[in-house]
Each structure stands twice: as structure tokens, then as C-alpha cells.
């Protein structure tokens, strides 16, 4: 899924081939296409199950909580396995657990698109959490297989098949909906991502890798303690849940805000819903990058309270917008900052981490997000129960606590950047 961002990546030793019948083009290209058909599959979910609710004859009053509930299914299983993909992926092969992915996003959407209730629809969310784990493992069977000196090349397109899909996906989406139905767009999404796994499965060849002595238990517990002793990592971590956790609280119930701002013609909404969505992914996509470039000019130490201080804005502008038009535009506008917190902690984290311990601090950076992902659109869900509006408004205060954090903790993690610094040159 989209929100894997980290993946542990070995450099290939140079004279290293790539395994047999892998060659590094085909596989950049298969795993581009499968990004670009989960992300937009998974960006159809969030945009379209509140008009979905309807369809299933949930109570219009209920549908906030049934949208942070289903929100925050996939992660009730997906957060303990967390930690347990790549060491299966060592153990029985990369290919499996990528193919396992795409095959799984197919029965779960096909369950969706043929729910006769929310309750039916529950148990597809729920299959969400046996999707994760695929990004990294792509991203390292990728690197095994790409020559050194195209090593970033090859990373980088593969890792714009998310916000490309993310982007695309709502718009086009939106359409569907409009002349057809939800139903008719999740089994598209269904048939799609069958296809995708039956692709890679004739695409790929199995990997000859040797089986890891590392259980599972004893890399969970590596990770932690090596989150524990890193000096300015911890800080990060809480910076990064808070962060997250304030946009999950009210992302989720965009569409539905947007629904009972628009006071066009109902055919049109969903069209409205894609159009919105895709803006902001859109403005995502293309600035996430330029807010490492800038990171790497200003110091990221700067770039991050800039990043939290506008999204904390812009959600706060969501929860008092009176109309429709300076809603999407903070939807949108969220998007340009937003990519800017997970990139710029990310960075940091990589730059202030040992290098003996650095693998395992990036592999366990996926908890405070995919947490927060779980926690904050049950936290919506309890929030939207007194006013949908609520959500917004404890969204910006956390952000703004992850602000003031970032702003108590960011210096000293800067010089202990440039002390690290000055020692290596």
C-alpha cells in the first residue's frame, strides 16, 4: 500500500548480477504498474465509501462512524504483522509475498463491490491489513537487481507508482460512479488487481535466496531497542504519530464534509468528490520531492515545522469553512505541505541513525504512521458522533502539538545532525 514509504534497501556489491531472469527494467516497470493499480484501487475506498454507505442503507446520522470504523479495520491485523513481512519474505521468497498482496486486493475488493451490508463490507476492510507489507519487499528485490550506479534512478520511478495512482485514482474514479455506481468501480478495482497478480506471477521469477536465521520476535525486539538508544530518534517517532494522527483524525470524513457542503446537482457529487481528492493528491505528488530538495537547502530541521504549521492550517480552515470553495481549496492547499513531514522525518532519520542500526530503525519508521492510520479514524469516528466538525478541529490541535514538539526537539536534533556530520567529513 501507499503509506509504506521506508523500505530497507541493500546496495548491490558491485560486480553483483541480478538474479537470474530478473532483469531490473522489467521488474521497475511491473512494480511501477502495480502501484498505480493498488494506490488508486485503496484511494477509491477512502473517497467513495460514504456514498457507498448510502448505498448500503446505512443511516445517514451513522455514517461518520462506519467511515472512521472501516477507515481503521485494515490495521486491527496489519499493525502486528508489521513487523513480520520481510523476515517471510526471506524465509519463502519475495515473489510470494508480492503476488500474495495483488491477489488478496482482489478477493477484498470483489468481497466489497458484492457487499449486501455494511457488516459484509467490514470483513473486506478487514482483509485490508493482509495487503501491507508488499511495498518494501518490492522496493529491496528491485535494488537486488538494479546496477549500483541506477540503484536511486530505479527506487525513485518505482516509488512514484503510489502517489501517481493516489493522484489519478479519485478523479477517474468519480466518473465511474457518476454514470455507473461505487459497486461498479470496486469490481473494476476487483478485476484489476487479479490481473496485476497474475501478471507479476508470470512476470517474475522466483528469487534463490538463502533462509534467515533472524525469528521474527528477535527483529521486533532489535528495532525497538534501537529506536530506544538512538539519541533524537524516539522524538522523531512522537513527532511523526502526532503529525499523522492530527490528519488522520479528519481525513477520513473529507468526502462527507464535501457532501454536505455541495449544493449542486447530486449526480455530479461524486465527479466533485474525485475531482477535490485528486487536486490535492496531485499536489502531493509533486511536491513531496521538492520538499526534500528544499530540506537538503534550507536544513530539515526547518522544513518540518513549516510542513506541520500549514497542514495545521489548512485542517483548521476545514473545520471553519462556511462554504464550499475555501473548503476544496484547504484540501488541495493540505496537499502541497503534506508530503513534506513524512519525507523530511524520514531524512532525518536516516541521517541521524548509526549505520550499524540504521536498517532496522528505517524498517520499524512504518509504526508511528500506520498507528496513527488505525488511531485516528477511530478517534474521528467517536469525535463525529457529537459533530462531524469535531475531528477537524482536535486534527489541527494535534498537529499544532506536533508543532510545538517539533520546535521544542528540532535544534537539538540539528546539532547532534551536524555533530554526525562534522565527525564522518
Known amino acids: 500500500m501507499t503509506a509504506e514509504v521506508t523500505p530497507t534497501i541493500k546496495e548491490p556489491l558491485a560486480g553483483q548480477l541480478a538474479p537470474r531472469g530478473n532483469d531490473w527494467r522489467t ?71 508480492i503476488v500474495r498482496s495483488a491477489y488478496v486486493e482482489g478477493v477484498l475488493f470483489s468481497l466489497a463491490a458484492l457487499s449486501p451490508n455494511v457488516w459484509v463490507l467490514a470483513v473486506a476492510r478487514f482483509m485490508v491489513g493482509f495487503v501491507l507489507g508488499n511495498t518494501g519487499v518490492m522496493l529491496a528485490m528491485l535494488a537486488d537487481a538494479t546496477p549500483r550506479k541506477r540503484l536511486g534512478l530505479a527506487v525513485g520511478i518505482a516509488s512514484a507508482g503510489f502517489p501517481l495512482g493516489a493522484s489519478i485514482g479519485p478523479y477517474f474514479g468519480g466518473l465511474v460512479v457518476q454514470h455507473y455506481d461505487v459497486r461498479t468501480l470496486l469490481a473494476v478495482d476487483a478485476g484489476l488487481s487479479a490481473l496485476i497478480g497474475l501478471i507479476l506471477t508470470l512476470a517474475i521469477r522466483r528469487e534463490r535466496r538463502g533462509r534467515s536465521g533472524d525469528s521474527a520476535g528477535r527483529l521486533l525486539r532489535a528495532a525497538i531497542r534501537d529506536v530506544a538508544t538512538s539519541p533524537g530518534i524516539a522524538r522523531l517517532f512522537v513527532i511523526l504519530f502526532a503529525g499523522m494522527y492530527g490528519l488522520m483524525l479528519a481525513t477520513p470524513f473529507v468526502p462527507i464534509r464535501l457532501q454536505q457542503l455541495y449544493t449542486g ?22 511536491t513531496t520531492p521538492l520538499w526534500g530538495r528544499l530540506g537538503d537547502v534550507l536544513g530539515r530541521t526547518r522544513v518540518l515545522p513549516i510542513c506541520l504549521a500549514a497542514v495545521a492550517i489548512g485542517i483548521f480552515v476545514q473545520w471553519a469553512a462556511p462554504l464550499l470553495l475555501p473548503f476544496q481549496v484547504a484540501v488541495i492547499a493540505i496537499g502541497l505541505f503534506q508530503g513534506g513531514i513524512g519525507t523530511t522525518v524520514i531524512a532525518l532519520l536516516a541521517l541521524l541513525a548509526p549505520i550499524e542500526r540504521r536498517a532496522s530503525i528505517l524498517n520499524f519508521a512504518l509504526l508511528p504512521s500506520q498507528l496513527s492510520w488505525f488511531l485516528g479514524p477511530l478517534s474521528g469516528a467517536l469525535l463525529a458522533r457529537v459533530t462531524l466538525q469535531l475531528p477537524f478541529l482536535m486534527g489541527t490541535l494535534a498537529l499544532c502539538i506536533a508543532l510545538v514538539l517539533a ?15 562534522v565527525r564522518t567529513t
Request: no cysteine.
Open 27 to 97: 521488474l521497475l516497470f511491473f512494480f511501477v504498474l502495480a502501484g498505480v493499480v493498488e494506490s488508486q484501487a485503496f484511494g477509491h475506498l477512502g473517497a467513495f465509501t460514504p456514498l457507498f454507505l448510502q448505498e448500503l442503507q446505512v443511516p445517514q446520522r451513522e455514517i461518520p462512524t462506519w467511515t472512521g470504523i472501516l477507515s481503521a479495520l485494515g490495521f486491527v491485523i496489519g499493525l502486528p504483522l508489521l513487523p513480520f513481512w520481510g523476515v517471510w519474505a526471506d524465509r519463502f521468497g519475495r515473489k510470494l509475498i
Open 265 to 286: 446537482d447530486p449526480r455530479l457529487l461524486p465527479t466533485l468528490i474525485g475531482t477535490t481528492l485528486t487536486g490535492a493528491g496531485v499536489a502531493m505528488a509533486i
Open 407 to 421: 520546535l521544542l526537539t528540532l535544534p537539538r536534533i540539528g546539532r547532534i545532525e551536524r555533530d554526525r556530520q
